[in-house]
């Protein structure tokens, strides 16, 4: 089973950040001679074969934290192992994010891809067609003019998708598009492992070999359909207007 690990900063600041997506350097660097030794890291693209061995990892890195760039990279030098890198153009320039220039030289690393993760990082599951095209539209147009290359991966902020907007990403251009655990792991909502503080290398380790998948995801998912289901019974008739919804845009 391939897996597409999820993570967003490696710092160590002083105060946990939101949803603990924080990760030391000293405990990546952990994760990482764990999987040179018993792991092969591929380009996140090679994932998509379903040919490809079941113990293949992809890295993925969300948001755009300046440390991609600055901690991140290096660390990768040293197993030449690749990493895709989704950014927020709308945090571009912000504080603990990285600046154009630094985007720009991020691209041209030799192990690193970049994709889009929206334009401002919203719960797209919330938008109405007509911005959530525009997210996906500006997102990769800004990224281009800033990169010189062709942004046609993504990964939805929040991990949310639904058939509505896995059609739309598509519509828009991208070639393939990672959630978390949400969507049916089609081309446009496969699923990946979020990695976090909280992750001692036991349980890094039971992530990396499909546990979280067989488990946690799947418990996310049973949850999810009962709730829509929940919904659809709470409608007169039992008629499901978000289906209908779906199917007029």
């Not at 924080?22 to 890291?41: H, K, M, T």
């Not at 990493?83 to 720009?104: D, H, K």
């Amino acid at each position: 089973m391939n897996s597409v690990l999820v993570y967003h900063s490696i710092s160590s600041p002083g105060e946990a950040m939101p949803g603990d997506i924080d990760i030391s350097r000293e405990a990546f660097a952990r994760q990482l001679d764990w999987l040179a030794c018993w792991r092969s890291v591929v380009p996140l693209i090679e994932t998509l074969n379903p040919n490809n061995g079941r113990n293949a990892v992809a890295l993925t890195f969300d948001d755009g934290f300046r440390d991609n760039l600055t901690v991140v990279a290096p660390m990768l030098e040293k197993y030449s192992m690749p990493a895709t890198v989704f950014i927020t153009p709308g945090f571009i320039g912000n504080e603990s994010y990285l600046s154009r220039e630094e985007v720009r030289e991020l691209s041209r690393h030799p192990l690193i891809t970049i994709g889009a993760h929206g334009l401002w990082h919203r719960h797209f599951n919330h938008l109405p067609a007509d911005e959530a095209r525009r997210e996906l539209v500006e997102a990769r147009r800004v990224l281009e003019e800033i990169t010189d290359k062709k942004i046609d991966l993504m990964a939805w902020p929040y991990g949310e998708c639904d058939l509505r907007l896995e059609r739309l990403a598509a519509e828009c251009g991208y070639h393939a598009s990672w959630s978390v655990w949400k969507g049916n792991n089609g081309m446009h909502s496969r699923w990946r492992v979020p990695l976090g503080r909280r992750d001692n290398m036991a349980r890094f380790i039971l992530k990396v070999s499909g546990v979280y998948a067989m488990t946690e995801a799947r418990r996310h998912r049973f949850m999810d359909r009962r709730k829509k289901t929940a919904t659809v019974s709470e409608t007169p008739g039992g008629f499901d207007s978000t289906a209908m919804d779906v199917n007029l845009r």
